[in-house]
């Protein structure tokens, strides 16, 4: 099989006989939850009022790129093995990328047998319901987990004269939501897990934790999982790989985007691709960070060894 690809440069690459290649799906969905004006204190005061006004914005992934990324992973060393050496996303990347602060607690729990941490060992449906003020119904519940679909529905539209302590509601609503689809998003793409009960519970506290720690941990983990190529699916902050790369590797640029905003992530937020050819676009990004230099790359601050 024979590709004429055409670069920016308007030269022509021929490439022969190349073996068919991996294009990684990517999982992720917008929360569509309306940022209302009296949840954004709480938001701000969480430190995840960048990543909330991010969120507002329809994102979608050039999954041909990521999957040309995915193959230069080595899970051994969390880093993509480029021809000039090795790079990763760093805490600082996180930073400049979503706003999120890197100084703090951590963010820990497990997902099963979390009750333990619960607020003296108070049962989580027990506790959803007193923050909450309601359960879900039975068909929106999967073990412990809430559908998407409840929460939008419940939480979308904050009454016009709402006590505060319906505006925490809401404001709870929207970081589970926030947290799931746009920080720590799993493979169901459709559910909201109750493990963030605990942090949602004292919403002054919220802004006392490492979120960029936690965002960067949960990126590791995923690209981990689909370095193994019999893993189609990717999932993860995949708004913060995809910024990451524009950033650090100008020829991957979209044009007309060279405006520094805050986070730097924004400028990114709104851009649309259409891949019809997913695999030819594959083999024209390794073609094109195959011939890079260590030089040509955004900062060295991303770099290791």
Request: aromatic share 14%.
């Amino acid at each position: 099989m024979c590709v004429c690809i055409s670069t920016r440069n308007n030269d022509v690459v021929i490439l022969a006989y190349f073996q068919p290649t991996r294009c990684v799906r990517s999982v992720h969905r917008q929360q569509k939850m309306i940022l209302h004006d009296r949840i954004l204190p709480y938001l701000d005061r969480a430190n995840l009022l960048h990543v909330a006004r991010l969120n507002d914005y329809w994102f979608k992934l050039d999954e041909p790129m990521i999957s040309a990324f995915v193959e230069r992973w080595r899970p051994e060393t969390h880093t993509f093995h480029m021809p000039f050496g090795e790079c990763t996303v760093t805490l600082q990347d996180v930073a400049y990328q979503f706003g999120l602060p890197i100084d703090g607690h951590a963010v820990s729990g497990c997902l099963s047998d979390f009750e333990q941490l619960m607020e003296g060992g108070k049962p989580a449906w027990v506790w959803f319901g007193e923050l909450f003020g309601e359960l879900p119904p039975e068909d929106c519940i999967d073990d412990f987990t809430v559908s998407f679909s409840w929460f939008q529905n419940k939480f979308r539209v904050l009454p016009a004269h709402a006590s505060e302590e319906t505006v925490q509601i809401y404001a709870r609503g929207y970081i589970m939501m926030l947290l799931s689809t746009a920080l720590f998003t799993d493979k169901s793409g459709a559910r909201v897990h109750l493990r963030w009960l605990p942090y949602v519970a004292d919403l002054d506290g919220l802004g006392k934790y490492s979120w960029a720690s936690a965002t960067l941990s949960w990126l590791y983990r995923c690209l981990c999982r689909v370095a193994n190529r019999n893993v189609k699916n990717l999932t993860g902050p995949l708004s913060l790989l995809q910024s990451w790369i524009f950033w650090r590797f100008p020829a991957f640029r979209p044009r007309g985007f060279d405006a520094i905003l805050w986070p730097l992530a924004a400028r990114y937020m709104i851009l649309m691709y259409n891949h019809c050819h997913a695999h030819v676009c594959i083999i024209f990004y390794k073609l094109t960070y195959g011939c890079f230099v260590t030089v040509q790359v955004g900062s060295v601050s991303s770099f290791v060894g």
